[in-house]
């Protein structure tokens, strides 16, 4: 995708973020608004870790499994990833997170009696603030610093694994395992807080089906994810050159 030509495996990264994206927004999703009283904050970052361990050491292959766009941009704000598929990931990352959302919300409205309702209720697992938005009624600025600062630490978690095992890696595992370890330990945190979004995808995806009041904060949830990627690209381009520097003076 980054040469003059067309790329012919255009349709199969486009699908990778696509299907790897649905997976990971139904699992989380799911296990937010159908399994949450099973499952507890253990369980569904666990479960969300998993999902996207799963992701990257599969469709990571073919697309790097980013499936948020906080990831892409970050990737590409450091010079890991070309500008000009930025907007065909961030496209396919919300039209998965989109379809992730839709299932879940197709099964919830099946459910038993009152399910939908309750899911709507508590926000269908999308990002809040203040009272009836944050779970434990979070602030702004709590919300603000837990996206921001998380997502930056997702951000460099891929940063890292990108360095030593690029896309063409033939074993994504470490890769996957690190991403996935660091969401899981990132979600416990910033579940009592935020819902755990660090998605703009997902976000919107989710807004969309819980309603205006939703929808109205989901600004927050795009800036500060973005902030926190454009954070750990930043950090990565200084990490970068701060050993280079050191070597020279020492000589």
Do not use: C, K
């Amino acid at each position: 995708m980054t040469g003059s030509d067309p790329d012919p495996r255009f349709a199969a990264v486009v699908a990778a973020e696509i299907v790897g994206t649905l997976i990971v927004t139904t699992v989380v999703v799911g296990t937010s608004v159908i399994g949450a009283v099973v499952l507890g904050p253990l369980g569904i970052a666990t479960a969300t870790g998993f999902a996207l361990l799963a992701v990257v050491a599969t469709v990571g292959r073919v697309s790097g499994g980013h499936v948020n766009p906080a990831v892409t941009i970050g990737l590409a704000l450091a010079g890991r990833f070309p500008w000009r598929d930025v907007s065909t990931y961030v496209i396919a990352q919300l039209v998965g997170a989109t379809l992730g959302a839709a299932v879940v919300l197709t099964i919830v409205a099946d459910g038993p009696p009152g399910a939908l309702q309750e899911a709507q209720r508590v926000g269908f697992a999308a990002g809040g603030f203040g009272v009836g938005g944050s779970p434990d009624g979070y602030g702004l600025l709590a919300v603000a610093l837990v996206e921001t600062l998380l997502t930056a630490a997702l951000v460099g978690a891929y940063l890292v694994a990108d360095g030593r095992h690029g896309d063409g890696a033939r074993d994504r595992s470490p890769a996957a395992a690190l991403v996935g370890a660091t969401l899981v330990a990132i979600t416990l945190l910033a579940l009592p807080v935020s819902n755990a979004s660090f998605n703009p995808a997902r976000s919107l995806a989710t807004a969309l089906f819980a309603g205006p009041d939703r929808l109205a904060q989901v600004w927050v949830f795009i800036v500060f994810p973005l902030l926190g990627a454009a954070l750990a690209a930043l950090a990565t381009r200084w990490a970068r050159r701060v050993p280079r520097r050191r070597m020279t003076e020492s000589d």
